[in-house]
Protein backbone atom coordinates (compact mmCIF):
# COMPACT_ATOMS: atom_id res chain seq x y z
CA UNK A 1 0.00 0.00 0.00
CA UNK A 2 1.39 3.33 -0.88
CA UNK A 3 2.01 6.24 1.50
CA UNK A 4 -1.49 8.51 1.53
CA UNK A 5 -2.47 11.61 3.68
CA UNK A 6 -6.10 12.35 4.34
CA UNK A 7 -6.40 16.02 6.14
CA UNK A 8 -9.24 18.43 6.98
CA UNK A 9 -9.56 21.36 8.79
CA UNK A 10 -12.32 22.67 10.52
CA UNK A 11 -13.88 26.08 9.94
CA UNK A 12 -14.61 26.89 13.58
CA UNK A 13 -12.04 25.90 15.65
CA UNK A 14 -9.25 25.55 13.46
CA UNK A 15 -8.67 21.77 14.69
CA UNK A 16 -6.98 19.97 11.54
CA UNK A 17 -7.56 16.42 11.75
CA UNK A 18 -5.49 13.77 9.51
CA UNK A 19 -5.38 10.37 8.70
CA UNK A 20 -2.53 8.89 7.41
CA UNK A 21 -0.60 5.73 6.14
CA UNK A 22 3.38 4.90 5.82
CA UNK A 23 5.56 2.53 4.67
CA UNK A 24 9.71 2.60 5.75
CA UNK A 25 10.31 6.56 6.00
CA UNK A 26 7.46 9.12 7.27
CA UNK A 27 8.68 11.87 8.05
CA UNK A 28 12.37 13.63 9.36
CA UNK A 29 12.27 15.27 12.75
CA UNK A 30 9.93 18.34 13.41
CA UNK A 31 7.49 19.71 15.28
CA UNK A 32 4.18 21.69 15.23
CA UNK A 33 2.59 24.61 17.15
CA UNK A 34 -0.34 22.89 18.26
CA UNK A 35 -1.47 19.96 20.77
CA UNK A 36 -1.15 16.44 18.87
CA UNK A 37 -3.92 13.46 20.20
CA UNK A 38 -3.82 10.83 18.18
CA UNK A 39 -4.20 6.75 17.94
CA UNK A 40 -2.14 4.28 15.93
CA UNK A 41 -5.15 2.30 14.24
CA UNK A 42 -2.43 -0.35 12.04
CA UNK A 43 1.18 -2.09 12.71
CA UNK A 44 3.83 -0.10 14.40
CA UNK A 45 4.32 3.63 14.13
CA UNK A 46 8.06 3.88 15.44
CA UNK A 47 9.10 7.67 16.39
CA UNK A 48 11.57 9.52 18.67
CA UNK A 49 10.08 12.44 20.95
CA UNK A 50 11.86 13.63 23.97
CA UNK A 51 15.08 11.98 23.63
CA UNK A 52 13.09 8.52 23.84
CA UNK A 53 11.98 5.62 20.82
CA UNK A 54 8.79 5.29 21.01
CA UNK A 55 6.58 2.19 19.58
CA UNK A 56 2.82 3.15 19.14
CA UNK A 57 0.93 -0.53 18.27
CA UNK A 58 -2.98 -0.52 17.41
CA UNK A 59 -5.31 1.15 19.86
CA UNK A 60 -2.40 3.68 21.91
CA UNK A 61 -3.00 7.15 22.00
CA UNK A 62 -0.05 9.31 21.12
CA UNK A 63 0.38 12.69 23.00
CA UNK A 64 2.42 15.28 21.79
CA UNK A 65 2.86 19.06 23.09
CA UNK A 66 3.69 22.20 21.04
CA UNK A 67 7.30 22.49 20.35
CA UNK A 68 7.79 18.63 20.64
CA UNK A 69 10.40 16.96 18.26
CA UNK A 70 9.47 14.04 16.50
CA UNK A 71 9.95 11.74 13.42
CA UNK A 72 8.22 8.95 12.69
CA UNK A 73 9.24 5.52 10.54
CA UNK A 74 7.30 2.00 9.93
CA UNK A 75 9.98 -0.62 11.26
CA UNK A 76 7.49 -3.62 10.01
CA UNK A 77 6.97 -4.07 6.38
CA UNK A 78 3.04 -3.89 6.71
CA UNK A 79 3.57 0.02 7.56
CA UNK A 80 1.16 2.25 9.81
CA UNK A 81 -1.70 3.74 9.76
CA UNK A 82 -2.89 6.37 12.24
CA UNK A 83 -5.64 9.26 13.01
CA UNK A 84 -4.79 12.54 14.62
CA UNK A 85 -6.30 15.60 15.35
CA UNK A 86 -4.29 18.54 15.69
CA UNK A 87 -5.80 21.17 18.56
CA UNK A 88 -4.89 24.74 18.60
CA UNK A 89 -3.12 25.66 21.87
CA UNK A 90 -5.11 28.69 22.95
CA UNK A 91 -8.24 26.85 21.85
CA UNK A 92 -7.57 23.87 24.20
CA UNK A 93 -6.00 26.26 27.21
CA UNK A 94 -9.73 27.87 26.74
CA UNK A 95 -11.72 25.28 26.89
CA UNK A 96 -10.21 23.41 29.63
CA UNK A 97 -10.43 26.20 31.65
CA UNK A 98 -14.01 26.59 30.51
CA UNK A 99 -14.92 23.25 31.34
CA UNK A 100 -13.40 22.89 34.57
CA UNK A 101 -13.22 24.73 37.38
CA UNK A 102 -10.67 23.38 39.10
CA UNK A 103 -8.39 24.32 35.90
CA UNK A 104 -5.69 27.11 38.10
CA UNK A 105 -4.84 30.00 36.75
CA UNK A 106 -1.54 31.51 35.12
CA UNK A 107 -0.69 27.49 34.10
CA UNK A 108 -0.27 26.08 30.95
CA UNK A 109 -1.77 22.35 29.96
CA UNK A 110 0.84 19.74 30.08
CA UNK A 111 0.77 16.17 28.61
CA UNK A 112 1.88 13.37 31.74
CA UNK A 113 2.64 10.96 28.75
CA UNK A 114 3.87 10.51 25.42
CA UNK A 115 2.44 7.24 24.97
CA UNK A 116 -0.50 6.01 26.66
CA UNK A 117 -2.82 2.23 26.62
CA UNK A 118 -5.98 4.03 27.46
CA UNK A 119 -9.24 2.42 25.97
CA UNK A 120 -11.55 5.12 27.05
CA UNK A 121 -9.30 7.49 25.58
CA UNK A 122 -8.81 5.89 22.31
CA UNK A 123 -12.44 5.47 21.72
CA UNK A 124 -13.12 9.08 22.62
CA UNK A 125 -10.26 10.27 20.28
CA UNK A 126 -11.51 8.18 17.51
CA UNK A 127 -14.73 9.33 17.65
CA UNK A 128 -13.64 12.96 17.88
CA UNK A 129 -11.96 12.50 14.82
CA UNK A 130 -14.71 10.98 13.08
CA UNK A 131 -16.92 13.63 13.33
CA UNK A 132 -14.53 16.41 12.90
CA UNK A 133 -13.26 14.93 9.87
CA UNK A 134 -16.74 13.94 8.63
CA UNK A 135 -17.75 17.55 9.26
CA UNK A 136 -20.93 16.30 11.42
CA UNK A 137 -23.18 19.05 13.03
CA UNK A 138 -21.91 21.48 15.11
CA UNK A 139 -23.12 20.04 18.08
CA UNK A 140 -22.48 16.83 17.33
CA UNK A 141 -18.76 18.15 17.35
CA UNK A 142 -18.67 19.71 20.16
CA UNK A 143 -20.14 17.15 22.33
CA UNK A 144 -17.36 14.49 20.68
CA UNK A 145 -14.95 17.35 21.39
CA UNK A 146 -16.27 17.71 24.90
CA UNK A 147 -16.08 13.91 25.77
CA UNK A 148 -12.36 13.86 24.69
CA UNK A 149 -11.49 16.47 26.74
CA UNK A 150 -13.06 14.78 29.77
CA UNK A 151 -11.05 11.36 28.62
CA UNK A 152 -8.02 13.80 28.01
CA UNK A 153 -8.09 15.06 31.95
CA UNK A 154 -6.44 11.66 33.15
CA UNK A 155 -3.51 11.98 31.38
CA UNK A 156 -3.23 16.33 31.68
CA UNK A 157 -1.15 18.05 34.29
CA UNK A 158 -0.70 21.63 34.64
CA UNK A 159 2.72 23.29 34.91
CA UNK A 160 3.21 27.25 35.44
CA UNK A 161 4.17 29.88 33.09
CA UNK A 162 8.04 30.59 33.51
CA UNK A 163 9.66 33.21 31.28
CA UNK A 164 12.66 32.65 31.50
CA UNK A 165 12.41 29.25 31.82
CA UNK A 166 14.88 28.58 35.23
CA UNK A 167 15.32 25.03 33.32
CA UNK A 168 17.53 25.95 30.32
CA UNK A 169 20.58 28.13 29.78
CA UNK A 170 19.64 31.63 29.52
CA UNK A 171 21.81 31.96 26.13
CA UNK A 172 19.46 29.39 24.67
CA UNK A 173 16.65 31.16 25.55
CA UNK A 174 17.78 34.62 24.36
CA UNK A 175 19.02 33.32 20.79
CA UNK A 176 15.43 31.81 21.00
CA UNK A 177 13.59 34.87 21.25
CA UNK A 178 16.12 36.29 18.49
CA UNK A 179 15.32 33.73 15.95
CA UNK A 180 11.30 34.58 16.84
CA UNK A 181 12.01 38.11 16.19
CA UNK A 182 13.84 37.31 13.12
CA UNK A 183 11.77 34.92 11.71
CA UNK A 184 11.52 36.39 7.77
CA UNK A 185 15.34 37.44 7.77
CA UNK A 186 18.69 36.16 6.53
CA UNK A 187 20.47 35.96 9.87
CA UNK A 188 24.13 34.47 10.52
CA UNK A 189 25.39 32.28 13.59
CA UNK A 190 27.62 35.48 14.58
CA UNK A 191 24.68 37.83 14.83
CA UNK A 192 22.37 35.74 17.01
CA UNK A 193 25.46 34.50 19.35
CA UNK A 194 26.61 38.20 19.80
CA UNK A 195 23.09 39.36 20.51
CA UNK A 196 23.16 37.27 23.21
CA UNK A 197 26.48 37.65 24.55
CA UNK A 198 28.60 34.43 23.79
CA UNK A 199 30.34 32.82 20.35
CA UNK A 200 28.57 31.16 18.80
CA UNK A 201 30.34 27.10 19.49
CA UNK A 202 29.09 27.66 22.65
CA UNK A 203 25.76 28.92 21.68
CA UNK A 204 25.42 26.40 19.28
CA UNK A 205 25.75 23.41 22.20
CA UNK A 206 23.86 25.29 24.42
CA UNK A 207 20.99 25.73 22.10
CA UNK A 208 20.93 21.82 20.59
CA UNK A 209 21.39 20.73 24.66
CA UNK A 210 18.22 22.74 25.30
CA UNK A 211 15.79 22.01 22.02
CA UNK A 212 17.93 19.15 20.43
CA UNK A 213 18.23 21.34 17.29
CA UNK A 214 20.65 23.74 16.25
CA UNK A 215 19.94 27.38 15.41
CA UNK A 216 19.49 26.91 11.88
CA UNK A 217 17.53 23.83 12.04
CA UNK A 218 15.40 25.91 14.44
CA UNK A 219 14.49 28.61 12.60
CA UNK A 220 13.84 26.32 9.45
CA UNK A 221 11.40 24.30 11.97
CA UNK A 222 10.01 27.72 13.58
CA UNK A 223 9.36 28.86 9.55
CA UNK A 224 7.31 25.89 8.71
CA UNK A 225 4.97 26.19 11.75
CA UNK A 226 4.30 30.18 10.55
CA UNK A 227 4.39 28.58 7.03
CA UNK A 228 1.29 26.38 8.32
CA UNK A 229 -0.85 29.10 9.52
CA UNK A 230 -0.58 31.16 6.60
CA UNK A 231 -1.54 28.81 4.06
CA UNK A 232 -4.96 27.40 5.94
CA UNK A 233 -5.36 31.30 5.91
CA UNK A 234 -5.48 31.18 2.29
CA UNK A 235 -2.16 32.47 1.33
CA UNK A 236 -0.22 31.52 -1.40
CA UNK A 237 3.19 29.46 -1.21
CA UNK A 238 4.25 31.89 -3.25
CA UNK A 239 3.73 34.82 -0.87
CA UNK A 240 4.24 32.43 2.29
CA UNK A 241 7.75 32.11 0.85
CA UNK A 242 8.30 35.48 0.71
CA UNK A 243 7.34 36.33 3.94
CA UNK A 244 9.20 33.69 5.63
CA UNK A 245 12.72 34.33 3.57
CA UNK A 246 12.90 31.13 1.65
CA UNK A 247 14.55 31.55 -1.46
CA UNK A 248 11.77 31.03 -3.26
CA UNK A 249 8.83 28.74 -3.49
CA UNK A 250 10.61 25.67 -4.24
CA UNK A 251 12.90 26.20 -1.84
CA UNK A 252 9.83 26.06 0.92
CA UNK A 253 8.05 23.18 -0.61
CA UNK A 254 11.36 20.78 -0.06
CA UNK A 255 11.37 21.96 3.57
CA UNK A 256 7.90 21.24 4.03
CA UNK A 257 7.32 18.10 2.21
CA UNK A 258 10.52 16.81 4.23
CA UNK A 259 8.36 17.77 7.54
CA UNK A 260 4.96 17.27 6.40
CA UNK A 261 4.97 14.87 3.52
CA UNK A 262 2.72 17.60 1.61
CA UNK A 263 3.02 19.92 -0.88
CA UNK A 264 2.47 23.59 0.23
CA UNK A 265 0.48 24.00 -2.35
CA UNK A 266 -1.73 20.56 -1.15
CA UNK A 267 -2.25 21.63 2.65
CA UNK A 268 -3.31 24.90 1.59
CA UNK A 269 -5.92 23.35 -0.56
CA UNK A 270 -6.96 20.60 1.99
CA UNK A 271 -7.22 23.79 4.44
CA UNK A 272 -8.43 26.77 2.46
CA UNK A 273 -10.57 25.13 -0.12
CA UNK A 274 -9.33 28.03 -2.48
CA UNK A 275 -8.47 26.69 -5.70
CA UNK A 276 -4.60 26.88 -6.36
Not at 28 to 47: A, I, K, M, N, Y
Not at 155 to 166: F, G, N, T
Request: with cysteine; charged share 25%.
Amino acid sequence: MPNWIDLKQDADTGIESVRAHFVGHAYDPHWHDSFLVGVTEQGVQQFNCRRVRHQSTPGQVFLLEPGDLHDGDAPTREGFTYSTLYLDSKWLENELHALFEQAPAGCLPAFADTLCADPRLAGATLRAFQVMHGGELRIVRQTAMDDLLACLTRHLHWRKRLDPDPRLPLCAQRARDYLHAHIDQDIGLDEVAQACGVDRFRLTRAFKAAFGLAPHAYLIQLRLARARRLLARGDTPSEVAMALGFADQSHLGRWFRRAYRLTPADYRRRCSKLPD
